[in-house]
Every structure is written in structure tokens, then in C-alpha cells.
T-cell receptor, first 110, second 114 residues
Framework: SQKIEQNSEALNIQEGKTATLTCNYT??????LQWYRQDPGRGPVFLLL?????KEKRKERLKVTFDTTLKQSLFHITASQPADSATYLC?????????FGKGTRLSVIA | DAGVIQSPRHEVTEMGQEVTLRCKPI?????LFWYRQTMMRGLELLIY????????DSGMPEDRFSAKMPNASFSTLKIQPSEPRDSAVYFC????????????FGPGTRLTVL
């Protein structure tokens, strides 16, 4: 069955540093992969989508990479701020609906 | 734009009671998804609809769960009878036809079954 691992349940970093979150998947060949942000008590919010033929995607301070050989996506937040503190979920997708990872809880410390 | 609307936001009920969760998707979106989120299992897809038709309900845990979408602007998720292990946050999400997998989530319903 499809398996998605976000291999850090929690990540603490200092303000201004780059946060790097990892998403690995197995038994799956997604056509694209999405990242969502979830704040406590709220639903997930879509951030970025990257397709299998794209190596890298950027949006403001966010950067996502997608390596279909390693079956891995990396999510970077540069110049991190306390407001970036949240849980980040990865979701590979293809012809079937999204399957979400359990998420990584990021805390940016001032 | 009002976003996805869910009601109630919180529900506390006793084991054995019927629970109905409601969702109004974003106007113009043609896909609707019901998810359940717990600490142990994360965010799980229960069922999704396309143009009001149920497409995949393989995530519905058991026959106690049922979902309907009588029209494009309303969906319900019913649990009957409810059990304590059903306690979770239930999310509804919708997506537009041109960006099927870019989902817009509602605020969720926190269900507690005593």
C-alpha cells in the first residue's frame, strides 16, 4: 500500500535560518506532489504543487524539490520567521486523490 | 468568497447517538472530499464526490458511516450509531474542475463521542 513518511515529527529552528522538511513515499509513482500548511484548529491550506517533470518550484521564500528517483520531496523555507510556525503536510497525487503524510510540526524560535 | 463552510464546529455526543456533519463547498467547485484527522492516523480520506456523485468511498471505516451530496452546494456525513473511537476532527474540502487536486479545506468539525 502507499506509504508517505515525513521523517521529522517536529523541527525547531532559529529565526532567519532555512528550514528543510522531508517527504518520502513508497509503493507509489505520483504525477505531482503538493505541500499544505496547517495551523492549530484550522484546516490545511494549499501552498505549492510540483509536477514529476519539474525538479524545483519556488514561491516567495518557499522552495520545493521533487526527486522521482529517490521518491522524495524537500520543502525549504528560507529566512524563516516565527509566523512560519505550523504543521506542514506533503501529499503526493496522481490519478487518485491526495494521500497526506502525517506532517512535520515546525517551530521557528525568535 | 466565504470558503468552505462546515457545521457544527464542535459536537459532543454520547455513544450510540446519531451524528450529522454538514458541509457547503465553495461555489463553482465540482469535487468534494470528506477527511478525518487524528493524532494517530493523520489526515485520512473517507469519501469524495465529483459532480455530486460518490466516486470512491473505500476510506469509509464501516457501515456506520454514510455520506450524501444531494446538490452541488451541500453534503452531509452521518455516523449512526456513533462510538468513542469516532472522536476526531472531520474536514470537508472542495476543489475546482481545472485544479482538481488543489483542495480548499473547511475549518473542520471536532467530534467527541463520550
Amino acid at each position: 500500500s502507499q506509504k508517505i513518511e515525513q521523517n521529522s515529527e517536529a523541527l525547531n529552528i532559529q529565526e532567519g535560518k532555512t528550514a528543510t522538511l522531508t517527504c518520502n513515499y513508497t509503493n507509489y509513482s505520483p504525477a505531482y506532489l503538493q505541500w499544505y500548511r496547517q495551523d492549530p484548529g484550522r484546516g490545511p491550506v494549499f501552498l505549492l504543487l510540483i509536477r514529476e517533470n519539474e525538479k524545483e518550484k519556488r514561491k516567495e521564500r518557499l522552495k520545493v524539490t521533487f526527486d522521482t528517483t529517490l521518491k522524495q520531496s524537500l520543502f525549504h523555507i528560507t529566512a524563516s520567521q516565527p509566523a512560519d510556525s505550523a504543521t506542514y503536510l506533503c501529499a503526493p497525487a496522481g490519478n487518485t486523490p491526495l494521500v497526506f503524510g502525517k506532517g512535520t510540526r515546525l517551530s521557528v524560535i525568535a | 468568497d466565504a470558503g468552505v463552510i462546515q457545521s457544527p464546529r464542535h459536537e459532543v455526543t454520547e455513544m450510540g447517538q446519531e451524528v450529522t456533519l454538514r458541509c457547503k463547498p465553495i461555489s463553482g467547485h465540482n469535487s468534494l472530499f470528506w477527511y478525518r484527522q487524528t493524532m494517530m492516523r493523520g489526515l485520512e480520506l473517507l469519501i469524495y464526490f465529483n459532480n455530486n456523485v460518490p466516486i470512491d468511498d473505500s476510506g469509509m471505516p464501516e457501515d456506520r458511516f454514510s455520506a450524501k451530496m444531494p446538490n452541488a452546494s451541500f453534503s452531509t456525513l452521518k455516523i449512526q450509531p456513533s462510538e468513542p473511537r469516532d472522536s476526531a476532527v472531520y474536514f470537508c474540502a472542495s476543489s475546482p474542475k481545472e485544479r482538481y487536486n488543489e483542495q480548499f479545506f473547511g475549518p473542520g468539525t471536532r467530534l467527541t463521542v463520550l
